[in-house]
């Protein structure tokens, strides 16, 4: 697997697997002088992590996080001195005798088969590299690069869970970090449907995907390309990049092909305080590929787990019909946890573009 | 704008603006030995070139593609030699007055204002680098892109147009291209009913968004990555990279945000000739970023062109409100000639991941 | 031939081969804003150019520039508005047939055998894509990236042909454009010397190498990186990248092998006017790959060429030994017209470090 | 510090400083199944370890390596899957009180002022980023590098230290690894000679720069490109970025300046195989950057470190005059140990043409 790095000048490389004993990231090119405390990192990857109710896998992991580079202590701050910061987090509890059935079977819907093909050789252990541990390192490294471009917000909402929807009426999105919310849902009355939706779901040993909607809020304008440097571009790769998405869309997104131009253009007037207004956000903070200084949305979709009880028809290695019944501990619904992640690798995009458009135009400090 | 180029083996640089002399690309990294005729570039950019119906716009390019380097004559065909491989297209028929009244105005959806605010400064003929001209050259390297994988055939057609969709029982590959379709549409019953409203919409001076799925067959198992080289990742960063494209899915797409595990894993068998056999597509042809030898399939939503008659409020550079009305000459449905655009990409980006693959792990000659 | 590209933000793609239509390339991140002649591009090309003296090939090409895209038209000035700048450069006198009767053999010292076991194809004519015109797209593209850096002065100079050598002490940086100075050797009086020992050489059909020496004044303080983006790693790679050159060197090179760490390390003081002062610059003004504000200092060796009129042992394509003559138009020293390559090729190192470094710290406007 | 990554499709990224906890890095693209011992890595990184003699740094560090990612085991050997591995190295005996007194002040000769004026900060313990230290991570990437091109044997020796040079008429590869050797010298009779004069240089608390060849053999042809991937090229850029390197060349290297085209071209016969056959190497194995087959051969200038016991003039952070002396504990000549460093950098260039060859044209299995 070659280039497991992404981004240009705020550049990060993960490794590590779902068994290894650690998994990790550097990042490379963060610029020098960032403040932050260690907790600000943990905080983002304690979002992210595993176990933390019903609804989610019940391995048990504290990813603890520590850096090994690139920062110098000031007090009870981290500074970054410009050189690649080095983030380590250990794989605590592996259990890896809970795979051991299906060391030979594909799985449908994994990338057993496909792995196998390309690689001739395979970590059947928990997916290995494809396993949604690595993500706890995009975690880590997104945690960093809300620190790079000031006064960037990046929040995250689940919005769908299979069938059922929330109310955009309702959203609050100081809800969606409430204690009592398990869904990372802005919308206060969906908690009752997710869950008795999600509890079905999870009896049946069955899986459920879900959509995800993340907001950039303070995005300088003018970051992107016109073409193949676009925001939304690389906004969408990074977002495809994580496991089990299989959509990507930017503003209104797919709704646009059924618009008109009348209806999907946002229109523009001088502000009483002699600044551009946007009269919508149809394009969703981001035109021609460059960044408006509206908010940027995205909204990805995250397939079901294929991790399921019900039997399924599948193929082992050694070219046998089985039928494959994956019991393990999983998500019944990745896309929960796909909240915090997806937060991560739109704000590693933004960091990313705006050192670029820093480098070539020199039109921002 | 930094990093006109895309593909990290299979390399495609990019140059070129509506109403500069010229456009066109840099294919580095195509492997020798390739042959291919004149003619198979010429046809794909016929397949783009505007002025063929009244449904697109009324610029007379004659499109035509010169071979600069990279290549050697061979009788009536053309080899690769491994070196660059330049391609030039040049611009004819620029009429760059039908501009002139709006070279301080932003268009509303355009990106004039990102534009102006990034660069500060702006060719304003015709959108500059945002041209959709821009992709002629994309569709000259992607006909090259077509001859590097053998046994690839990547076919592309338009499924929707505004509120109008195919019926997809009607599906026929052989229509798309046929004389009488002025649409890309795989659809015979649906060329009436996209005419009547297109004509409908083109006579209002407005414009309509489009949906279009490409579909590549002989796609080999195993290209792609688990993470951040997936070919799914790279498929839509491609495709997201075309002018006006607001979303992109793979396989069921978004809609496996509403499926359970039962309903979207692709079960398999061994077949009669032993080899692996998908009971279903779900998947689009890729697991876990890996390809699986089932057919690829993407889809994309291109927004309503953002140059319409009706007059829309927006500001100009000099901070004053304005009324916009773009005149020029304009596609009503931009995602009709969006259809070969995309199939280029989703070229490419095999072609990239071929050699990429072959590279790592020497598996496929 | 993979990756015909090199810098991160200031980037620069070459395509051509010697005996095609044409050659040229795509300079890709350059920043909006700057201006500059076309004149100013062609000047440089000129010092370049073949056929102004008895003592480079009498290849007759004008090698006039055309610009194609990513300028605009201001006066008599263009300016760059951060797209791609496109160049292009026509091939006027091929005059191929010279090239005829070598189709199948390997020249001693030329790239024809390695290349055929690379490629298994070759375009025998000029050496193809190896040929030095290639180096014509280097110099337009180092033309412009002079004017990317503020205050940026770079000049090069023959110092060494064959066995003979300048005498520092008369380095006269004016003499090295005399139109009386058919070297670019910075020594009036090394004029007469390689006059007549150049004469010789030409006159037996043989060929001598050269050392070169190139000085980069006004380069701010900061570019560059402690370890794998040096900037004198990246200057040695560009310059490494020149066709025949075997070796390049930083400040004092090779002698510093020799050196104790006394005699090395430059020492400092505080100025009068309260800015550090370097005491000497052994360094070649960088320190642990990073710039001191010092000149930057490079040096670099061009072998003979391999095309002389003795009959050398060889090969040909079909595994016969023959006996290999060239008899064509080629520099006996080419090291001459290596003098504007090695600037334009420090340059573009230059201009690329000052815009990563602008993007990484926002230290410098 | 933007980009701490070089290679293509072998992929090394490098982090960690000096005094911080840990060091390492993450080798990307190696192909899967390339089978080796953990001890294969620690051989190489044992050669390169300091505290082995009086005539290197006193520091003890054991230098363990840990493989957390990448590879499976089997039996006692690891198999690497083709995922990132990442490998870490801890640090010991950081000592960093060694480094107070100098914490505001510039060395002569390093990098510190350098920095400080890139990043602002700078951590001073031990050079930070800029330490020697680093280089432990470019072995570990090497010794996999060297795994991955069958039949490839890379070694180098030191072949000048200061004032002395080997004899090359004893030139012994079996004796470079000999115990009694602590100079990697190839030639047993310059060990009396370099003991006498590195004593010398160390009880004057001076130190000497160093000449270190790389010869690579088993280096298939065909690997590399015309211009900008030249093997040469990628070779010397990866020299140039080890620390303290101020120059490289390529076979005959500089020596080709000097030299006449009937010199320097290597002669070709067909072999009693029928395979080609060189009569000569000035070339040192590469031809217009492409691989021949021929041995490889690399030659790279170590300055004399800048950490001396003699006072230097230099100023500090705050603007004053200082006479710094260094004391800590240092290497007298780096340039020993910077043999290890420079087969790797070496091997890690061939591998990455390797897989990129291989990748481009399919010719090599």
Tied chains: 1, 2, 3, 4.
């Excluded at 394009?283 to 021609?288: D, E, S």
């Amino acid at each position: 697997m070659s280039h497991n790095t992404f981004g240009h000048l705020f550049r990060v490389t993960t490794w590590g697997e779902s068994h290894g004993p650690a998994l990790g990231c550097v990042v490379d090119g963060c610029p020098p002088g960032v403040r932050f405390k260690l907790g600000d990192i943990q905080a983002e990857l304690d979002r992210r992590r595993p176990g933390q109710s019903r609804f989610v896998t019940q391995r048990r992991e504290p990813d603890q996080v520590r850096i090994l580079s690139g920062v110098l202590e000031d007090g009870d701050e981290l500074v970054t001195t410009g050189t690649p910061v080095s983030m380590m987090i250990e794989n605590v509890d592996q259990r890896s005798k809970d795979y051991g059935e299906i060391a030979r079977q594909y799985r449908p819907g994994h990338a057993d088969y496909a792995y196998d093909v390309k690689y001739g050789i395979r970590d059947y252990r928990g997916g290995g590299r494809s396993s949604a541990r690595e993500t706890a390192a995009r975690v880590a490294a997104g945690a960093l690069a809300r620190k790079v471009v000031p006064g960037l917000v990046v929040r995250g909402a689940l919005v769908g869970m299979g069938t059922k929807s929330i109310n955009r009426a309702n959203w609050n999105w100081n809800f969606v970090e409430d204690a009592e919310n398990p869904f990372f849902t802005p919308d206060p009355e969906s908690v009752a449907t997710f869950t008795e939706y999600l509890d079905g779901i999870r009896k049946d040993g069955s899986s459920v995907g879900a959509l995800i909607e993340i907001v950039a809020e303070g995005v300088p304008a003018g970051l992107g390309a016109p073409v193949y440097a676009k925001l939304d571009q690389d906004i969408c790769s990074n977002l495809m990049s994580i496991n089990a998405v299989k959509g990507v869309e930017i503003g209104d997104g797919f709704e646009t092909a059924r618009m008109t131009g009348e209806e999907n253009a946002d229109e523009m007037r001088i502000g009483n305080d002699g600044n551009p207004v946007f009269l919508s956000n149809h394009a969703g903070g981001i035109l021609g590929g460059i960044s408006t200084g509206q908010p940027v949305i995205a909204r990805f979709a995250v397939k079901p787990t294929s991790s399921i009880l019900t039997p399924r028809q599948s193929i082992d290695k050694d070219g046998n019909n089985v039928d494959v019944r994956t019991k393990g501990r999983h998500d019944p619904c990745v896309g929960i946890r796909a909240v915090p992640i997806g937060e991560a690798m739109v704000a590693c995009a933004i960091a990313d573009h705006y050192l670029r458009h820093r480098g070539q135009t020199g039109r921002i400090a």
